[in-house]
């Protein structure tokens, strides 16, 4: 059986509300918090799979190390949000074969 998996930004207001959401239904989930424990690119490509989403789909385009100008190639903007996770939109939930950016 998987456990499910929250990356999680303890400073972010939506991220604390969907751990909060977890915690008051009881649901057992392992917390990640991606900005101490980067995922690896395989990972961060694996979720981005699972959501259906390209890295440029789910980069906070806010962030001072968002890369306005580097071309839609995905192995280059996972490279660099594995490089600056604080661009990897937050929080995402991933499920078994399922994941969600909870906002």
Same mark, same amino acid.
């Given at each position: 059986?998987?456990?499910?998996?929250i990356?999680?930004?303890p400073?972010?207001?939506?991220?604390?509300?969907?751990?909060?959401?977890?915690?008051?239904?009881?649901?057992? /989930?392992?917390?990640?918090? /991606?900005?101490?424990?980067?995922?690896?690119?395989?990972?961060?490509?694996h979720?981005?799979?699972?959501?259906?989403?390209?890295?440029?789909?789910?980069?906070?385009?806010?962030?001072?190390? /968002?890369?306005?100008?580097?071309?839609?190639?995905?192995?280059?903007?996972i490279?660099?949000?594995?490089?600056?996770?604080?661009?990897?939109?937050?929080?995402?939930?991933?499920?078994?074969?399922?994941?969600?950016?909870?906002?």
């Amino acid at each position: 059986m998987h456990r499910m998996e929250i990356w999680h930004n303890p400073r972010c207001s939506k991220s604390r509300a969907a751990k909060q959401r977890l915690d008051d239904d009881n649901i057992a /989930y392992t917390e990640r918090r /991606y900005l101490d424990d980067v995922p690896s690119a395989q990972e961060l490509d694996h979720v981005l799979k699972l959501l259906g989403k390209e890295p440029w789909e789910i980069a906070r385009t806010k962030e001072a190390a /968002y890369p306005a100008t580097l071309e839609h190639d995905r192995a280059k903007w996972i490279e660099h949000m594995v490089a600056n996770p604080s661009l990897i939109e937050r929080p995402i939930v991933i499920n078994g074969d399922k994941a969600r950016i909870e906002r």
